[in-house]
Nanobody, 122 residues
């Protein structure tokens, strides 16, 4: 069973930075658009960012624009989420997911990770 693996979550102070990583051992992430999602307690899961596999195009939700940066290193089979200027409202479990589309995050997910915890103290 293919599963993605996230890492890099931690407890940080307001205004701090974290870099999350998403990798896989049994699948080439370079064939998939990859999304980073988050889910806070009592809230629905939301997609934070997406990066295309075809042309590297990215998108972000408004609340993280200019603070978060998604990138991919196909040689390392890894997708990153650099998070700067973190706020308490960014606290959540962060998941990466491989979309069935290569071109954009369609919402049809092929593979999920188990998540990594991010906590931002105020």
């Amino acid at each position: 069973q293919v599963q993605l693996e996230e890492s890099g979550g931690d407890l940080v102070q307001y205004g701090g930075s974290l870099k999350l990583s998403c990798t896989a051992s049994a699948v080439n992430l370079g064939y998939f658009a990859i999304g980073w999602f988050r889910q806070a307690p009592g809230k629905e899961r939301e997609r934070v960012s997406c990066i295309s596999a075809s042309d590297g195009r990215t998108d972000y939700i408004d609340s993280v624009k200019d603070r978060f940066t998604i990138s991919r290193d196909n040689a390392k089979n890894t997708v990153y989420l650099q998070m700067n200027s973190l706020k308490p409202e960014d606290s959540a479990i962060y998941y990466c997911a491989a979309d069935r589309s290569k071109y954009f995050c369609s919402g049809s997910i092929a593979y999920w990770g188990q998540g990594t915890h991010v906590t931002v103290s105020s």
